[in-house]
C-alpha cells in the first residue's frame, strides 16, 4: 500500500512562504506524474501544480502561475511545492497524488497539510 505524507503545512501572513514536501513510502521514481492538490471549505477540490516524472514538465493552475513551484526529487522519494507570495485565497488543505500511469490518473493521495494565510 503506497503511503503519501505530506509536511510542512501552516499559519503564516499573507505575502509569506512556506515549502510542502510529501514522503513517498514508495520510490517516486515508479510515478510517472506527481501533482498538489488544495481542497479549501465550500470549494471544489483544485488542482494546484504537477510534475512529469523528469521533473521538467510542470503545468500550474492560473491562480498560483508564478508563486508556486513544483519539484521532486527521485532519490530521496519527495515531492515539493515551494508556495510564495501566499494570498488569503490560498487557504486550504493541500495533498500531493501520484500516479502510475502517463494519463495521469491519480491512483494514491496524501491525506493533507493544512495552509491558513491570514490577511
Known amino acids: 500500500q503506497v503511503q503519501l505524507v505530506e509536511s510542512g503545512g501552516g499559519s503564516v501572513q499573507a505575502g509569506g512562504s512556506l515549502r510542502l514536501s510529501c514522503a513517498s513510502s514508495?520510490?517516486?521514481?515508479?510515478?510517472?506524474?506527481m501533482a498538489w492538490f488544495r481542497q479549501a471549505p465550500g470549494k471544489e477540490r483544485e488542482e494546484v501544480a504537477t510534475?512529469?516524472?523528469?521533473?521538467?514538465?510542470?503545468t500550474y493552475a492560473h491562480s498560483v502561475q508564478g508563486r508556486f513551484t513544483i519539484s521532486r526529487e527521485n532519490n530521496k522519494n519527495r515531492l515539493y511545492l515551494q508556495m510564495s507570495s501566499l494570498k488569503p485565497e490560498d487557504t486550504g488543505e493541500y495533498h500531493c497524488?501520484?500516479?502510475?500511469?502517463?494519463?495521469?490518473?491519480?491512483?494514491?493521495r496524501g491525506q493533507g497539510t493544512q495552509v491558513t494565510v491570514s490577511s
Open positions: 514508495e520510490p517516486t521514481d515508479n510515478f510517472y506524474c
Open positions: 497524488a501520484a500516479s502510475l500511469y502517463n494519463w495521469c490518473e491519480y491512483t494514491y
Open positions: 510534475v512529469d516524472h523528469s521533473g521538467r514538465d510542470t
